[in-house]
């Protein structure tokens, strides 16, 4: 099984930083993918960014320029930070991580979500 735990996230003005952590736990396959999902209301969850065990990133167009993403393998934990924050990028920040088992087997696995909200 895999935990996923976040922290930060909260109330940030528009124009300010917000900077999001997800630490993993469990048993951890080394060929994994972390990453950060949003969802707004009435909106689908949409890809913020991801980053692979080698470092390898992929970022959402509505970020970029604003965002770094970044993880700490030794600690298993995935770190978000958005610049320049606006105000369409207020919902519910997932963390999302991905990996491939000894089988081949790929599993997905969500953290519990946390708000961000932007106040002009």
């Known amino acids: 099984q895999v935990q996923l735990v976040e922290s930060g996230g909260g109330l940030v003005q528009a124009g300010g930083s917000l900077r999001l952590s997800c630490a993993v736990s469990g048993t951890i396959f080394s060929i994994n993918t972390m990453g950060w999902y949003r969802q707004a209301p009435g909106k689908q969850r949409e890809l913020v960014a991801t980053i692979t065990g080698g470092g390898v990133t992929n970022q959402s167009d509505s970020v970029k320029g604003r965002l770094t993403i970044s993880r700490d393998n030794a600690k298993n934990t995935v770190y978000l930070q958005l610049n320049s924050l606006e105000l369409e990028d207020a919902g519910v920040y997932y963390c999302?991580?991905?990996?491939?088992?000894?089988?081949?087997?790929?599993?997905?696995?969500w953290g519990q979500g946390t708000q961000v909200t932007v106040s002009s």
């Open positions: 999302n991580f991905r990996q491939v088992d000894s089988d081949w087997r790929e599993s997905d696995y």
